[in-house]
């Protein structure tokens, strides 16, 4: 990746909005299209004070439906091209997220999610056909920059989409960060790209997701280019998987978190360790593919697993079929938000997290948890 001159090395004060901007531009994004949604809405405006310095393009679509679609054209030219919004805005791109995977295009995709109650909606999708896009969940603002990069590497890679999942904290919070080009390899040149380069000559190029062709130069057709595209999703699932875990060799106790809220369970695991609990966690970084051999494996000693989500428990599936009923597979987590039903409810709470986790870890599986904390302005 080439850094521009706009994009400085230096550690700077940065809304993690504006961090996840400037990670994009370093990796070569140069078209987004979306519509304001809270807390996605400080993505696009960042979007659009920065691209055009950059001698790029942000378009404040008219809708969802035609922010994707426009990305899916700047896509198909060969640019590194991104649109994003909350789940809700996220359901209405959903017919165009199957259709540009199945034409294999590298579509970049934000999730500002209100909460976790998208986990269904990033790693299932409501499209059609034999598809899956890669799944990125950061921690914080810093593993935001860095995967925003990766990203896009991967899109191109696999020329397969690729979503960041992102949330209200990661949105709003300001830290200290670099955005820092770092190198990947080389990657083939857009051979497939339809950039009008050829117009005329009887070697245009066509994009499908029926893997047609074009001017006498017919594609594999339906069912080869189908059967091809499952084959790389099970070569992306065997590569892709990224995940973090500490203190699972001898834990009793696992609890298993995605996204900001891991964060949370990550210190007070750190916490309770110091103090001589066995407890450990795993952290997916991937949500699709899921590293259930790594849960899997931490599950093979302990005598319960939890999960920890801010929903009515959705990735707790993914857990559930990992475990394979090594232990039982409980939920510490539940739905928590402020009272706008956007931000920061009152289970995201370091202490609160600590009480959850220590009446599981000694009472077990069959434990009676501290109730879930109410907003209470909500």
């Keep these: 990746m080439t850094a521009t001159t706009a994009v400085r090395d230096e550690r700077r004060l940065m809304e993690g ?64 091209a991104a649109t994003g919004s909350t789940g809700q805005g996220l359901s209405l791109m959903q017919e165009s997220f199957s ?13 500002m999610a209100r909460g976790q109650s998208d986990y269904f909606q990033a790693t299932r999708g409501g499209g059609h056909g034999d598809y899956r896009h890669i799944v990125l969940a950061p921690i914080d603002i810093a593993e935001a920059v860095e995967l925003t ?58 994009i499908s997701p029926l893997g047609l062709g074009k ?25 892709e998987q990224r995940v973090e875990h500490a203190y699972t060799d001898d834990a009793e106790t696992v609890v298993v978190a995605f996204g900001t809220p891991a964060r949370f369970v990550r210190y007070v695991v750190h916490q309770l360790r110091a103090d001589g609990e066995k407890v450990g966690y795993v952290r997916p970084i991937s949500l699709w593919p899921f590293p259930s051999a790594v849960v899997a494996d931490a599950s093979a000693g302990a005598r319960v697993v939890a999960t920890f989500e801010l929903s009515a428990g959705q990735m707790i599936d993914d857990v559930r079929l990992a475990v394979l009923g090594r232990a039982p597979v409980v939920r510490l987590g539940g739905i928590s938000t ?26 077990g ?9 109410v907003n209470e302005r909500g």
């Design 17 to 80: 909005s504006e961090a996840m901007v400037e990670a994009a531009i370093a990796a070569g994004c140069r078209f987004f299209a979306g519509y304001p949604m809270t807390p996605f809405t400080e993505l696009l405006e960042h979007f659009a004070r920065r691209l055009p310095e950059e001698g790029g393009v942000c378009i404040n679509a008219e809708s969802e439906l035609e922010a994707v679609g426009m990305a899916w054209g700047a896509l198909a030219t060969g640019a590194r």
């Design 99 to 111: 259709e540009i995977t199945l034409a294999e295009l590298p579509l970049v995709v934000f999730n």
């Design 149 to 206: 990069q990766l990203a896009f590497h991967l899109a191109d890679r696999w020329r397969s989409p690729v979503l960041i999942y992102g949330d209200y904290l990661l949105a709003h919070v300001t830290e200290a960060v670099s955005v820092t080009p770092f190198s990947v390899p080389a990657l083939p040149s857009k051979e497939w790209a339809v950039d009008g380069s050829l117009g005329g000559t009887g070697r245009s190029r066509s």
């Design 215 to 239: 001017h006498g130069h017919p594609g594999p057709g339906i069912e080869r280019h189908l059967r091809a595209i499952a084959g790389k999703l099970a070569d992306i699932e065997r590569e």
């Design 338 to 363: 402020d009272g706008s039903g956007f931000g920061v409810g009152a289970l995201l709470d370091a202490e609160v997290v600590r009480d959850r986790i220590l009446a599981l870890h000694r009472g």
């Design 365 to 373: 599986p069959e434990a009676e948890l501290p109730p879930l904390p």
